[in-house]
Nanobody, 114 residues
Framework: QVQLVESGGGSVQAGGSLRLSCAAS?????MAWFRQAPGKEREEVAR???????SYSESVKGRFTISTDNAKNTLYLQMNSLKPEDTAMYYC???????????WGQGTQVTVSS
């Protein structure tokens, strides 16, 4: 059972930056960030496989950067030029041998004010 713990959320004004972290209890091959705003469906924000590839949703491309520190089993999401529509609960998810997102963290809240 992989444990995932997110941190780094908070409140920021539009145009600001935040960096989210997701500490995993062990190495995971595929990791992703999702977000869910009240009344909206969960959205995949970014994904990385083995820390070597990165993909982003169109809504965050060019503003967010996903990265990993494999030595620390930690996933990051650098979020720049934040917009009020980025306000959501952010979750990390992981799969140990495939991108099946079988493990989830508890989430960290990001609030962007205009």
């Amino acid at each position: 059972q992989v444990q995932l713990v997110e941190s780094g959320g908070g409140s920021v004004q539009a145009g600001g930056s935040l960096r989210l972290s997701c500490a995993a209890s062990e190495y995971t091959w595929c990791m992703a960030w999702f977000r869910q705003a009240p009344g909206k469906e969960r959205e995949e924000v970014a994904r990385t496989v083995n820390g070597r590839t990165a993909s982003y949703s169109e809504s965050v491309k060019g503003r967010f950067t996903i990265s990993t520190d494999n030595a620390k089993n930690t996933l990051y999401l650098q979020m720049n030029s934040l917009k009020p529509e980025d306000t959501a609960m952010y979750y990390c998810a992981a799969g140990t041998s495939s991108c099946n997102d079988q493990y989830w963290g508890q989430g960290t809240q990001v609030t962007v004010s205009s």
